[in-house]
């Protein structure tokens, strides 16, 4: 929405969100051990709160092999950390980042895991101060996941999927819902699982919020990067227009550092943030769209975002 014009339409809102390590919740990095002080989530508060994130994904899992979630989900360590984060920032909305990769830690078609899984997701919105959930439920295609071999085909696993998020909404019928998927434009090749345009109908009656990542597309050419933009835009006006739907959409920008082997499906030397922006400016005015189509962006990830790409992402949404 750099543009006046945007902002006269209402194409974009501020219903932004940002994946975010499990730092704060575990009481340190991940990767480093390294222990994080109050000052980190008071700072971690203020950048949301400048960039006008909405919805904090905090990574709270995965689900383990047996279903259940991490102890740290539940940690005092997590519960004191959601409580500042409200405290510096009352409007934010922390929905705990759960998931995994299915026939690895994740098994749709286990009753028992289904069961543990809905129980411990149950039991994370009873005990903790959180504002809902975000699914991030993954099927990975490209070569090195070799966990996917003679396993769940990706047809059972798109029913199971659908069935999982059903599931979940009978037993959470008040609690915001949101979920994660691959584009499905007709060029977009990811590298994990595409579900069909019908999936998404199914889904967008069940929940509240879906991020579509459009970084992992396998577009390597400027023209059908656009075009494929457009289309799942368009996809989008398609879903809203449902009389079933009770979901909000949000384009998820990539913004991490690249790994070589999967390089063939998200070069961000190419899609880049401020081509995607700039792409998304142009193709907005062409479909001349008088209300929102797209209700926020979808920030991968918090933690690799620079000061300049916050900056580029407000201009874009003229916020300052």
Known sequence: MALALFLSRNLFSTENSAWIKSTYFRGHDPISLKPYSIKDVERLAYRLKINHIKYAYIFAGPYQNDGHLPAYAFSKKAKESIIILKKIYPQIKILPWIGGVQNKTVYLEREKWINNAITDTVKLLKEMPIDGIHLDLEYVLYPGAKFNHNRLSTKDYSLYWVKFHKQLRFSLPEAFISSVVVSIASGAKPWKHKHTLSELKELSSVVDQISFMFYETSLMDSKDYKDNLKEQ????????????????????????????????????????????????????????????????????????????????????????
């Open 233 to 320: 835009i368009l996809l989008i006006k398609e879903l809203k227009s449902l009389a079933s739907n009770r979901s909000q959409y949000l384009i998820g920008l990539g913004i991490f550092d690249e790994e070589k082997n999967l390089k063939a499906y998200r070069d961000l030397g190419f899609q880049n943030l401020p081509l995607t922006l700039n792409l998304l400016k142009e193709v907005q005015n062409e479909i001349g769209q008088e209300k929102t189509v797209v209700d926020g962006f979808a920030i991968f990830s918090e933690w690799m975002t620079t000061e300049r790409e916050w900056k580029q992402l407000r201009n874009h949404l003229e916020l300052k």
